[in-house]
Antibody, heavy 119, light 108 residues
Framework: EVQLVESGGALVQPGGSLRLSCVASGFTFSSYEMNWVRRAPGKGLEWVSYISSSGSSIFYADSVKGRFTISRDNVKNSVYLQMNSLRAEDTGLYFC????????????WGKGTTVTASS | ETVLTQSPATLSLSLGERATLSCRASQSINFYLAWYQQKPGQAPRLLIYDASTRATGIPARFSGSGSGTDFTLTISSLEPEDFAVYYCQHRRNWPLYTFGQGTKLEIK
């Protein structure tokens, strides 16, 4: 079964750090581009970060640039999101999502992990 | 930057009715548009890509149309499980991914 499972979400004080993980199974992970997408309470979906299949191309939304770092380990079938200098507005449900091969849409999503930045 | 604008923000309909959701792009995006469904506390689910191609396992009551700047997601006859939030999405050079602000489909 094709699956993505996120972990690492927690309650953290503003200014703190978290590392999210996403483990893939059921497909050849190293062939796929990956994204992190979030949904803040009461708001819509927001793309956060992208990493190419090899890890050589990386992009961030302006809202997280300089604070978040995406990475992947194709041996461990995992993608990560290191989140530093967290702000209240980073609170939300974070999803990892697979980009369909040679396409632009996200065809497989994890169930998400909750990040709460609050004092 | 390509901005996607969805309308209406909220759509109130009854079971069995037809739902028509709109997504307008600020510039032409050919047919490179996807639609997702999201229920509270759940992951988004891919419904449609390339404007009109149903994803694997998506019921035939869901259909997509449009090209250029104007796109439509139609649900022909609403089932109880269809009440959710729907998003359109595009990928261009920068920002890499863009979502519309969503349309909430609620039971009337």
């Amino acid at each position: 079964e094709v699956q993505l499972v996120e972990s690492g979400g927690a309650l953290v004080q503003p200014g703190g750090s978290l590392r999210l993980s996403c483990v893939a199974s059921g497909f050849t992970f190293s062939s796929y581009e990956m994204n992190w997408v979030r949904r803040a309470p009461g708001k819509g979906l927001e793309w956060v970060s992208y990493i190419s299949s090899s890890g050589s191309s990386i992009f961030y939304a302006d809202s997280v640039k300089g604070r978040f770092t995406i990475s992947r380990d194709n041996v461990k079938n995992s993608v990560y999101l290191q989140m530093n200098s967290l702000r209240a507005e980073d609170t939300g449900l974070y999803f990892c999502a697979r980009v369909a091969l040679l396409k632009y849409h996200m065809d497989v999503w994890g169930k998400g992990t909750t990040v709460t930045a609050s004092s | 930057e390509t901005v996607l604008t969805q309308s209406p923000a909220t759509l109130s309909l009854s079971l069995g009715e037809r739902a028509t959701l709109s997504c307008r792009a600020s510039q032409s995006i050919n047919f490179y548009l996807a639609w997702y469904q999201q229920k509270p506390g759940q992951a988004p689910r891919l419904l449609i890509y390339d404007a009109s191609t149903r994803a694997t396992g998506i019921p035939a009551r869901f259909s997509g149309s449009g090209s250029g700047t104007d796109f439509t997601l139609t649900i022909s006859s609403l089932e109880p499980e269809d009440f959710a939030v729907y998003y359109c999405q595009h990928r261009r050079n920068w920002p890499l991914y863009t979502f519309g602000q969503g349309t909430k489909l609620e039971i009337k």
